[in-house]
């Protein structure tokens, strides 16, 4: 089974500055889909940035990127430019594409709070 | 294009008492997934449908159960509930195969007293 573990409970950054989310996954596969999901205080989770396993490339979303790292198993968000509307709790999650479903394998969820 | 929609967004019962939730998802979406999410256990899935049919099912007692209709709209019920079961429920919607990006409804906070 995969697992996906998020080391940072909660961060901290100055608005405008850069912070950086950790997440690392454990899975045997070598073609799955990781995502990251912004939770806000109204608890709708939104899609923020999705990675291809497959695709060396990082992915880019405006001033979301992420730095993914396939044979260390991790897949970092960076937050340029941080906005106090990014203060959410961030979650990084799994799918497999061995399967024919959506299932998705969170993490525990690192908040992030934007000092003004 | 609307979004994934859920009802009711709040809602109290006694243990022992049965519940059922709705989700709507995005139009033309046919995967309807189901994760419960706590403080202490984060968010796991429970199960997900697809043209009417579970396609996965998480780690979660009989209690747990679910259905879609024609129309993609799904339901889960939980029955014999729990002070545990307290919990906020998220259904979330996708196209169809696994390349697809799910979005996320609002949530049903369920309160079990």
């Known amino acids: 089974a995969q697992t996906v573990t998020q080391s940072q409970p909660e961060m901290s950054v100055q608005e405008a500055e850069t912070v950086t989310l950790s997440c690392t996954y454990d899975?045997?596969?070598?073609?799955?889909?990781l995502f990251w999901y912004k939770q806000p205080p109204s608890r709708q989770m939104i899609l923020v940035i999705r990675?291809?396993?497959?695709?060396?490339q990082n992915a880019t979303e405006n001033r979301f990127s992420v730095n993914f790292q396939k044979a260390a198993k991790s897949f970092s968000l960076k937050i340029s430019d941080s906005q106090l509307g990014d203060a959410a709790m961030y979650f990084c999650?799994?799918?497999?594409?061995?399967?024919?479903?959506?299932?998705?394998?969170f993490g525990g969820g690192t908040r992030l709070m934007v000092k003004p | 294009k609307a979004g994934v929609t859920q009802t009711p967004r709040y809602l109290i019962k006694t243990r022992g008492q049965q519940v059922t939730l709705s989700c709507s998802p995005i139009?033309?979406?046919?995967?309807v997934s189901w994760y419960q999410q706590t403080p202490g256990q984060g968010l796991q899935f429970l199960f997900e449908?697809?043209?009417?049919?579970?396609?996965n099912k998480g780690n979660f007692p009989g209690r747990f159960s679910g259905r879609q209709f024609s129309n993609s709209r799904s339901e889960m019920n939980v029955s014999t509930l729990e002070l545990g079961d307290s919990a906020l429920y998220l259904c979330?919607?996708?196209?169809?195969?696994?390349?697809?990006?799910?979005?996320f409804g609002p949530g049903t906070r369920l309160t079990v007293l």
């Open positions: 979330a919607s996708g196209l169809a195969g696994n390349t697809d990006t799910q979005y």
């Open positions: 899975t045997s596969e070598s073609d799955y889909y």
């Open positions: 990675q291809e396993a497959y695709k060396q």
């Open positions: 999650a799994y799918r497999s594409q061995n399967n024919a479903g959506n299932m998705l394998t």
């Open positions: 139009s033309g979406h046919r995967s």
């Open positions: 449908y697809f043209s009417e049919t579970q396609r």
